[in-house]
């Protein structure tokens, strides 16, 4: 059985990865949302509803993105939680 520094170490890692993965999906957050204004600049005036269908997939990756790092954030604060139990 591994010792209460040990474990708490582990906890460290698995934190900063994670803080890592949330820093690296705001960054794809932040880049799919240039990505939407650039294609809806481009879209402009545009009557086809691909158009419009293209702007919800993005809007609908936006939120995904958020949901998961929300998610990531979460099993941070968790993480915490449960060191500090240690």
Do not use: P
Request: hydrophobic share 40%; glycine share 8%; net charge negative.
């Amino acid at each position: 059985m591994a010792s209460v520094e040990q474990v708490m170490g582990q906890i460290g890692q698995a934190k900063d990865q994670a803080e890592q993965a949330a820093q690296a999906l705001q960054t794809a957050e932040t880049e799919v949302g240039q990505a939407q204004q650039a294609f809806q600049q481009a879209s402009q005036g545009s009557n086809q509803s691909e158009a419009s269908d293209v702007n919800n997939m993005f809007a609908h990756a936006l939120q995904k993105i958020g949901e998961a790092r929300d998610a990531v954030m979460a099993a941070v604060s968790g993480a915490e939680s449960y060191a500090g139990r240690l």
